[in-house]
């Protein structure tokens, strides 16, 4: 299986690849980078910052960070490298508070889920001399918080750096170093073209996954407690995406709206003409496109993104 | 955990609940069943019948089925329990040639996922004093053949009877007590109803995944590779039911044409109004939405219908 060592420990490095590393928000990303880079020796210092007393609380518990603080500029000051582990919808606002405190030569990233905002918000508060790398791992699950971090998440999934033309290749090749040292492979490519990727791999993927479940959960002839029974049939599959973080999709949904709206536009051409292929009996249309769908389910579990375990796994998962 | 006992063998029951269990089919569902059969012991013969060779051979390797032949007639002539393991496409084709076989006091079966157009198709070709008692395990996984099937597939999952009004009361309770051996939860309802109720819970969200597997495979401004590569956020958890085979599937949504386009019509409208929602920039309808759809998911998790491992246990199939 092409994620055979998902369950051995990261390998640890010779050297540091940044002195010191500041992580903004410490939730699912923030803290399984926390993790990784513990695991690996990446930074010199790991400093975990959240505005979130409680969370800050659970870190220290969890022993995630050389150290821990609620303000983010005093959080920041001495750092090389800063990731914003943070909703895209606040980004600006962050931005401008840990802008102005960021040292000469320090590289400020982030983990959103979109980059043309990203870019857009963060800017304006970039002093000279800072270096500004977007990264977007590809990767999480559908839990939140500072417990449900691990230090493999990245491994062996895409983590996508968007920089803005003329950005110091020196500071994406950290970046970069960063990412590979937590098991992650590394693609550049414009951030125009990430947010119509993303749109389409994950985006839409989870509007139509909240809106399906909804969609059942509101019916008059079906009830909500049939709808959880007989859920087996498909539907849960849905329920894992429909089950992620709130805000973080809101802010995803209002800030990729173009490419957003421009793939869901595709999906409803192309749901209106099987729906037609159904209505017409046209049996042969239906079975070509489903045999074509399983082509590109090989594709990816041969790329080493998906289990070969069939259900996912989830009877060995039961079985525990 | 709910499945906590997913990976332990299936009782052995004291005696067996028919004498000669017939399987027609012997794909996931039926050697799944053929499996579970022999482990509890439910059956006093089982016989496995299937008109590709291949297949037949498959079993006899395997082990599945005391008896074994192609010919279906002849291999349901002396069965109490006969469960046709068919794509609901070819039911009314194969009733017709085992029907006119069945003795009287026979039970047929099914497991098909419409129930409807089973009943319609059946019913022509049962002779005086055979019952017809339609069921549908809501079970499987996205993988096909005598190879796939395991004996636990069915347990914890619900199946779903359906008797035509009328239908003996005491063939009903068989099947019920041949699937309660089977570890399934048995349910009781209309044909018309199941149909409705599968059509979302199942029928529309394969429709869908095939149909975004689709369209993003079709995509102009973004490559395949570009797809697979990027799968993990969300995509690829619609490959897997998009894998699912292709016969199966195409005879579901012509045989549950009715429903199936009602549930559609449903999802339209309510990703027209989601679309609005992000064109718009309303975050608070969006926030809504994606809170409520995380409690239909904790919902599928305390009935023991998912698991609650994280991303389906998927991290732990990859170490293994």
């Avoid at 977007?136 to 996508?160: K, M, Q, Y």
């Avoid at 709130?246 to 099987?274: C, K, Q, S, Y």
């Avoid at 594709?299 to 993104?305: D, P, V, W």
Wanted: charged residues 20%; proline residues 6%.
């Amino acid at each position: 299986m092409a994620n055979a060592s998902a369950g051995a420990p990261l390998p640890r490095l010779p050297a540091p690849i940044v002195g010191r590393l500041a992580l903004v928000g410490m939730g699912l990303i923030g803290s399984s980078i926390a993790r990784a880079a513990a695991a690996t020796g990446l930074a010199g210092e790991i400093v975990a910052i959240d505005r979130d007393l409680d969370v800050l609380d659970r870190c220290a518990k969890l022993g995630l960070g050389d150290l821990r603080t609620a303000d983010a500029a005093e959080g920041v000051r001495e750092a090389d490298l800063v990731v914003l582990c943070v909703p895209v919808g606040i980004i600006g606002a962050v931005a401008g508070v840990v802008g102005p405190a960021l040292k000469p030569g320090a590289i400020l990233s982030d983990a959103g889920s979109v980059k043309r905002s990203v870019i857009a918000q963060a800017q304006p508060h970039l002093p000279a001399g800072v270096h500004l790398v977007p990264a977007h791992p590809v990767a999480g699950t559908e839990h939140s918080g500072p417990d449900a971090g691990f230090a493999t998440l990245f491994r062996n999934r895409f983590t996508i750096l968007t920089p803005p033309e003329g950005t110091s290749p020196e500071a994406v090749d950290t970046v970069a170093a960063v990412w590979r040292a937590m098991g992650a492979k590394v693609e550049v490519m414009s951030a125009e073209h990430h947010d119509r990727v993303l749109a389409i791999t994950s985006h839409v993927p989870h509007l139509i996954a909240y809106n399906i479940v909804g969609t059942a959960a509101d019916l008059e002839t079906v009830t909500e407690g049939e709808v959880i029974k007989f859920s087996a049939g498909g539907f849960r599959d849905f329920t894992r995406i429909a089950a992620s973080d709130p805000t973080m999709w809101r802010d995803i949904f209002l800030h990729n709206r173009e490419a957003v709206l421009e793939m869901l536009g595709r999906l409803n051409e192309d749901i209106a003409i099987l729906a037609r292929a159904i209505r017409w009996g046209d049996g042969e249309a239906l079975f070509d496109l489903f045999t074509r769908t399983r082509a590109i389910r090989r594709g990816i579990i041969s790329e080493g993104q998906e289990t070969a375990e069939p259900d996912f796994g989830r009877h060995r998962a039961d079985a525990q």
